[in-house]
């Protein structure tokens, strides 16, 4: 869950890889995103034929940047940015890839909007969008 920067609205994602817009004035159901399967988890990591991990969701799997016009989620060994556009998200781009699977995500904001992915092997990447 994350709240808009305007603090009117709430985001979510449920386990059917949905991310909905709800009213904090209403309680109501603004909008609703399908995103990419697996953007909430789980998370299968395989490094060798004989090992397998699985990671349930323990952190933050999107994030919206400052103007709640993207959002970025979990996909794989990326993360991808969604654009919301008339109503609709869609794929706008792929960010750095990992070794593992991307389990959380962040975006800060400021005079550049910066990303931050992190993979099931504790490695973060950090990407500056311009």
């Known amino acids: 869950m994350q709240l808009s920067h305007d603090y009117q609205s709430c985001y979510t994602m449920d386990s059917d890889n949905i991310v909905s817009q709800w009213s904090l004035v ?3 159901l603004v909008q609703s995103f399908p995103v990419h399967d697996g953007a909430a988890g789980p998370y299968v990591f395989s490094p060798t034929p004989n090992h397998r991990q699985i990671q349930t ?3 933050k799997i999107f994030s919206l940047n400052a103007t709640n016009t ?3 989620t979990c996909h794989k060994n990326s993360a ?3 654009k919301i556009i008339d109503g609709e998200a869609k794929a706008n781009m792929v960010l ?3 070794r593992a699977p991307v389990v959380s995500v962040d975006w ?3 005079e550049t909007d910066t990303c931050l992915t992190a993979d099931m ?3 973060i990447k950090l990407s500056t969008l311009l």
Do not use: M, T
């Open 26 to 28: 209403s309680g109501r």
């Open 57 to 59: 969701p323990k952190d």
């Open 70 to 72: 993207h959002f970025l």
């Open 80 to 82: 991808i940015i969604y």
């Open 96 to 98: 750095g890839v990992h």
């Open 108 to 110: 800060a904001y400021g």
């Open 121 to 123: 092997l504790g490695h």
